[in-house]
């Protein structure tokens, strides 16, 4: 039985889908099978009393209906065992067996990343939300995001598997609250502080289940001739999985050895004296495995964990290795069938033709500690770094290519693009959507990669720039939004690190933004403000104005009139100074709304008539339309109805001049307001009208475009 218990923050196949496919289904339902189960599971083997003892507690009653009352949570079960073990096997095919009585489907998540680190509950949360096709802001901190799951969970009917769990902390937020749900773990340890778990805990296979699965490996006909040495391997192996399954697979690539051969080749390998014993079946396995590869191939085993969200492709291969495309996918084919590596089910959604996804892998989460120490003792620092450098470079091209394929034919991008090489390049933006799409969690983790080294040179700021511009392009600001807001923390961390006000303040304001469309208005406030410090310090105008106009903008959203008024005024002289007009015709509109508002009517009258007259004087016919109707609002605030409807038709025939459909249609249902208000409903009934017919034409006249 394999250990697929790997790497941190995927999703199985259903992640891959985003919130679309999601959102097509019943109730977001995922679908009942992924790929993966439906190829079943190679080398099961032993375990089915287990498997059995895991489908009784699932209808087993619980501590807490013993009196007769129904769980409010769902069942939690726990396999517990050692990496390598056959853990995550058994959880799969425990999920296969029941996936009939869970119609909603089956969500996946790893919870420990590919250094060995916890994901984190935000990180998990936040993927799992994605393929339920639920909405969290960005920026939500942990408890928000692990609600928002257990919500998208409530009055459903879905097994959610939790692999590698790091311990309780990561597990308990997410337990719905969900009773027709079904929790499966896969940890080392127990789940101290949840109540009910059912805990399954796994050691070594028996014998003849462990000679069945290196007799699935090596074949039948040399275990057949000599089962008691077979017996002996799998004794010697204490039946661990793992070991088991790299010892078959180096066996079925000897064809003139026998089974002797191997145990002898196994007891050959020399062990470190402080090896504890359970730990030497694997090395053993691993070293006569690893000392049998060519030395280009075991470089690249060696450099597999410097992989973003530990997933391998033939590009992040070939650039970490320095070797060709087709050479990587060779040595990837040849991992994958000596059990160094496990494929990853992908989407099943038929990738559109040359999306450059490839098959994926990941390296066995028992395995990442014995491969990252050979790269210790075989790599030198530098040498490690340059790998890591041209696979990020590599990641930054990729991601420049997709960012392109959005944009129209001709463009300078799409020139530009073209002349990169073949294997590099998207044919369509769907094929380039898709490959964003499936390469999201890894992308991002590269962001991170890149940011945390601190000593790559611009790769850092290049990657975040481009994957900022690729999520645009494809996915629009607001599905991208959550992603933003983590890259531009990592543009922030990547500015304070290296003093660059510039940065800092551009990145601050993003953030900014984010929060203030959250409803975060005091973070929203913090940032502008250190956007503000930031961008005065190297006089830069540009991020100062727009720090100004944003601190307005909160204090508007908090009702603080005055505050308002202020931080828009010490825009406004900004904008004078630089004589940007149109902007400071602008803020006059903004500044006398704020006093309008603060009950300052004759100053906001003041401010409206200069925004009115900027704008006449730019022959800015809609300019003037909008400031018009701001001192419609200073009139109807100091109750002055007549004065309003008279502001209001004067902007009314502006906006007409100016030929702005959408202004006109929002003029004309506000003077119906008004002739509502002044006692005069047959005139308001004509405008009313008029403006629906207007805002339907112009809807209808955005769907055709």
């Not at 190829?39 to 009784?56: I, Q, S, V």
């Not at 501590?63 to 517990?80: E, F, K, N, P, Q």
């Not at 006569?288 to 492709?313: C, K, N, S």
Request: net charge positive.
């Amino acid at each position: 039985m394999t250990d697929q218990a790997v790497g941190g923050g995927y999703l199985a196949s259903q992640a891959a889908r985003g919130p679309g496919t999601a959102a097509r289904n019943r109730r977001g339902a995922l679908p009942r099978q992924d790929a993966a189960a439906r190829a079943g599971l190679p080398g099961f083997a032993g375990r089915r009393h287990e498997l059995k003892a895991l489908r009784a507690d699932i209808g087993r009653a619980g501590l807490d209906t013993l009196t007769g009352r129904r769980g409010a949570r769902s069942r939690v079960l726990l396999i517990a065992g050692r990496p390598g073990s056959g853990r995550t096997t058994l959880a799969e095919a425990l999920v296969r067996e029941v996936a009939d009585d869970y119609p909603d489907g089956v969500l996946r998540a790893v919870l420990t990343g590919r250094d060995g680190a916890p994901v984190g509950l935000a990180r998990t949360a936040r993927d799992l939300l994605t393929v339920l096709g639920a909405d969290a802001p960005p920026g939500a901190d942990e408890d928000q995001l692990a609600e928002a799951v257990r919500t998208a969970l409530a009055g459903r009917r879905s097994v959610l598997l939790l692999d590698d769990a790091p311990g309780a902390e990561y597990v308990e937020p997410l337990i719905p609250d969900a009773p027709d749900c079904l929790v499966v773990v896969v940890s080392q340890g127990p789940l101290t502080g949840i109540p009910d778990v059912r805990p399954c805990t796994l050691g070594g296979l028996d014998t003849a289940a462990a000679v069945e699965v290196l007799c699935h490996y090596a074949g039948p006909t040399r275990v057949t001739v000599d089962p008691r040495t077979a017996e002996a391997v799998a004794e010697e192996s204490r039946g661990h999985p793992a070991a088991l399954i790299l010892a078959g697979a180096w066996l079925a690539g000897r064809t003139k050895l026998s089974v002797a051969d191997l145990r002898r080749a196994l007891l050959a390998v020399p062990l470190p004296p402080d090896l504890p014993a359970g730990a030497r079946p694997l090395h053993r396995a691993f070293h006569l495995t690893y000392g049998a590869l060519p030395q280009p191939a075991a470089r690249i085993l060696r450099l597999a964990t410097l992989a973003p969200d530990g997933l391998v492709d033939a590009h992040t291969a070939a650039a970490l290795g320095g070797c060709t495309m087709p050479a990587a996918e060779a040595v990837l084919h040849d991992f994958a069938a000596l059990g160094l590596l496990r494929p990853v089910a992908e989407d099943e959604q038929a990738p559109p033709a040359g999306d450059g996804t490839g098959p994926r892998y990941r390296l066995p989460g028992c395995l990442v500690p014995l491969s990252r120490a050979l790269l210790h003792d075989h790599e030198r620092p530098a040498d490690v770094q340059l790998a890591r450098a041209r696979m990020l470079e590599r990641t930054v091209r990729l991601v420049q290519s997709c960012r392109a394929a959005a944009e129209p034919d001709g463009s300078p991008i799409r020139r530009k693009a073209a002349e990169l090489p073949r294997s590099l390049r998207f044919p369509t933006r769907a094929a380039a959507a898709h490959w964003l799409r499936t390469h999201r969690g890894a992308l991002l983790d590269a962001a991170a990669i890149a940011v945390a080294d601190g000593q790559l040179d611009t790769l850092d700021r290049r990657l975040i720039a481009a994957l900022t511009r690729a999520l645009l392009a494809h996915h629009g600001p607001e599905a991208a939004a959550p992603d933003l807001y983590v890259l531009h923390e990592l543009a922030l961390e990547v500015a304070k690190r290296r003093a660059l006000p510039r940065e800092r303040a551009a990145a601050l304001l993003n953030l900014g933004d984010l929060d203030a469309r959250a409803g975060r208005t005091e973070q929203a406030l913090t940032r502008y403000r250190e956007a503000l410090e930031a961008a005065r310090s190297v006089k830069d105008p540009v991020a100062t104005g727009r720090a100004l106009e944003s601190l307005g903008d909160t204090y508007t959203e908090l009702s603080d009139w005055i505050r308002a008024a202020d931080w828009y005024g010490r825009a406004l002289e900004l904008r004078l100074a630089r004589g940007d007009r149109a902007d400071a015709a602008r803020l006059h509109a903004r500044i006398g709304a704020a006093h309008g508002r603060a009950g300052q009517y004759e100053r906001a009258l003041k401010d409206c008539r200069a925004a009115a007259r900027t704008s006449r004087r730019l022959g800015d016919s809609a300019g003037q339309a909008r400031a018009a109707e701001t001192a419609a609002g200073v009139h109807e605030g100091a109750g002055e109805l007549d004065a309003a409807l008279r502001s209001r038709l004067e902007a009314l025939e502006l906006a007409r001049a100016a030929t702005d459909a959408e202004l006109e249609a929002d003029l004309q249902l506000r003077i119906a307001e008004t002739l509502d208000r002044l006692g005069d409903p047959a005139a308001a009934r004509v405008h009313r009208a008029a403006g629906e017919r207007r805002h339907s034409t112009s809807t209808s006249d955005l769907r055709n475009r």
